[in-house]
T-cell receptor, first 109, second 119 residues
Framework: GQNIDQPTEMTATEGAIVQINCTYQ??????LFWYQQHAGEAPTFLSY??LDGLEEKGRFSSFLSRSKGYSYLLLKELQMKDSASYLC??????????WGAGTKLIIKP | GAVVSQHPSWVICKSGTSVKIECRSL??????MFWYRQFPKQSLMLMAT?????????EQGVEKDKFLINHASLTLSTLTVTSAHPEDSSFYIC???????????????FGPGTRLLVL
């Protein structure tokens, strides 16, 4: 079966750094996405990785290791507005997007 | 850009009525559109995938006669919830794939969602 695992909830402090991990087991791999979803809103696209390594985009970075079936989203200089759920999703061999359940990130002042 | 709109954003209706939700890609042509449902504090649940000009593919457990999907053009898909009941109350979100510039071709861009409350 296809499976994506990420922590249910994480807490971090404003100004700090947090790393949200995602492990996956899917039938094939055509890339991994990270989305941000604020409570009551739809998801918004953050990043896409298809090759191993780190992709940096401002305060957010995403890392992928295909051999380990592992990715992380790194958020730096945390702001209160970063409180949201972060969804990991993998594009499988049929180009179907397999969604993780999301990690709720709570930022404390 | 990659803007997807949804209309209406809120619907309150009586049990037994039908509700139509529109999803439009405003600045790109979407070869594929997706319809999701999300209950409070739960993850996204894919309901169906639709390609322009062809019949939608429904996920297991989703009644195609209850949730009618039409994808008449590369910028518009509609979801009609027929004979709605209170258990259909949920957050319905569409996404579009195929041409936004923020990510690769496979990126799904989401509409703002429609909250449906069936009384």
């Amino acid at each position: 079966g296809q499976n994506i695992d990420q922590p249910t909830e994480m807490t971090a402090t404003e100004g700090a750094i947090v790393q949200i991990n995602c492990t996956y087991q899917t039938s094939g791999f055509n890339g991994l996405f990270w989305y941000q979803q604020h409570a009551g809103e739809a998801p918004t696209f953050l990043s896409y990785n298809v090759l191993d390594g780190l992709e940096e985009k401002g305060r957010f970075s995403s890392f992928l290791s295909r051999s380990k079936g592992y990715s992380y989203l790194l958020l730096k200089e945390l702001q209160m507005k970063d409180s949201a759920s972060y969804l990991c999703a993998v594009l499988d061999s049929n180009y179907q997007l397999i969604w993780g359940a999301g990690t709720k990130l709570i930022i404390k002042p | 850009g990659a803007v997807v709109s949804q209309h209406p954003s809120w619907v309150i209706c009586k049990s037994g009525t039908s509700v139509k939700i529109e999803c439009r890609s405003l600045d790109f042509q979407a070869t594929t559109m997706f319809w999701y449902r999300q209950f409070p504090k739960q993850s996204l649940m894919l309901m169906a995938t639709s390609n322009e000009g062809s019949k939608a593919t429904y996920e297991q457990g989703v009644e195609k006669d209850k949730f009618l999907i039409n994808h008449a053009s590369l910028t518009l898909s509609t979801l009609t919830v027929t004979s709605a009941h209170p258990e259909d109350s949920s957050f319905y979100i569409c996404s579009a794939r195929g041409g936004g510039r923020q990510g690769p071709q496979e990126t799904q861009y989401f509409g703002p969602g429609t909250r449906l409350l069936v009384l």
